[in-house]
């Protein structure tokens, strides 16, 4: 590895075709050969592996004597968005932080040297013990890929894992060690970082009331064309504030249903429905205990209440998207999925308002459109008032 290059080795530039699973990516070279590549990332990054986006392959070589035992040829280490690449290797982030560090570039720690990595204390395990003069630093290094509106968040998915490593950051504290948790977002077009409230509220609310024992450091990167990494490095706002204001159990929601075939559902007042094969969204609110109503939806067995609990039962698939907020935002949400959906059955989960409808259709899934992450964003990530 030299000073400020990460040594990838021969990288290919692929078309994203499909995740059959966390750690597998199918995508299509150059040369219209498809291949299936090792993915060293646990992360959802639904907004990121979209049909057809540019993924940037590793080449480890044909299989042979010396690395008999690796299964794929390839390894995704990296994905654009926007034309920039965002870097998806998560034992690569070490690395990074890494050479960050010996070079004094990350602002909060440029007094710091390091001592080991991959330093064991207790039942865990942390990225790096570093030293600022006479005192020793835990540090916990975590690799951010989800942004929007100027704003990055982590995690992309629940991380009971990550949760704990907080807490075990925290009591440290009381050990005349100082615990530091360094968020890398892989992008220089954020200003901001929260965590997902929207997505682990448990996480997020630990990173909250653990935030006076430890340092949180959030700092945005910028990755070159040919992967090498850009020399500005610059420290996010976290607004704590608004953190604690929101990131509570309440706010809106959307439900994602997949129909593998046509129903005819009764659904109430609303009388015979028809329900052509496809994906629904559905969006509903709840200003207390968002996450008991969002489990219920997605129980199949239960007394029908709402006209979303007939067409759920008849679903193959459920997927919640929490909207988590201080305010309702349930019929602006309607009307921002009118734009890019089809409007379903009028008066649908609409009986309380004015809008034409909350359930809405579409022929694609609408985690493999642009728009619809785009609209997504729009209500998760809202950058702080002024």
């Known amino acids: ?20 699973n966390r750690f597998v990516v199918h995508c299509r070279l150059p040369d219209g050969e498809e291949a299936r590549a090792f993915l060293p990332n646990p992360g959802r990054l639904w907004e990121l592996l979209l049909p057809e986006a540019v993924v940037h392959l590793r080449d480890g ?35 990074v932080a890494r050479i960050l560090l010996e070079q004094k570039r990350i602002p909060g720690l440029e007094d710091v040297s390091i001592l080991r990595a991959e330093v064991a204390h ?14 020793d630093l835990f540090l916990e290094v975590k690799s951010c890929t989800l942004f929007g509106n100027r704003v990055a968040m982590f995690p992309d998915a629940v991380t009971d894992r990550g949760r704990r490593h907080l807490l075990e950051l925290a009591e440290l504290s009381r050990r005349r060690v100082r615990p530091v948790v360094l968020f890398l977002v892989h992008t220089s077009d954020v ?34 064309s040919d992967l090498t990494l850009a020399p500005e490095v610059r420290r996010l ?3 704590w504030s608004m953190l604690k204001r929101e990131a509570r159990d309440r706010g809106s929601y959307l439900l994602l249903l997949r129909l593998d075939r046509e129903h005819r559902l009764r659904v109430g007042r609303l009388g015979q429905l028809s329900f052509p094969a496809g994906f629904y969204l559905y969006v509903g609110s709840a200003m207390q205990n968002l996450s008991a109503r969002l489990a219920r939806h997605q129980r199949k067995r239960k007394k029908f209440h709402w006209h979303i609990d007939h067409l759920r039962e008849a679903a193959a698939a459920c997927i919640p998207l929490a909207i988590r907020s201080s305010t309702r935002d349930e019929c602006s ?28 259709f579409s022929e694609q899934n609408p985690l493999q459109l642009r728009p619809f992450h785009d609209l997504l964003q729009r209500f998760r990530m809202k950058p702080p008032e002024p």
Request: a positive charge; proline letters at 5%; glycine letters at 6%.
């Open 1 to 20: 590895m030299t000073e400020n290059v990460l040594e990838f080795g021969p990288c290919r530039r692929a078309r994203f075709l499909a995740r059959p």
């Open 61 to 95: 070589g044909r299989r042979s004597s010396q690395n008999a035992g690796r299964k794929y040829r390839y390894t995704a280490v990296a994905v654009e968005r926007e034309g920039a690449p965002v870097l998806l290797h998560t034992h690569w982030t070490n690395q």
């Open 122 to 135: 207790g039942r865990s395990r942390f990225d790096f013990l570093l030293r600022r003069r006479r005192t």
């Open 191 to 224: 200003d901001w970082f929260l965590p997902d409230y929207h997505t682990d509220l448990a996480f997020s609310q630990t990173l909250l009331q653990v935030r006076k024992k430890l340092d949180v450091i959030a700092v945005s990167l910028r990755w070159r």
């Open 237 to 239: 706002h976290i607004p």
């Open 333 to 360: 949400l309607a009307a921002a999925l009118s734009e890019i959906c089809a409007a379903g059955p009028r008066g649908f989960g609409a009986s309380d308002c004015a809008c034409p409808t909350h359930l809405f």
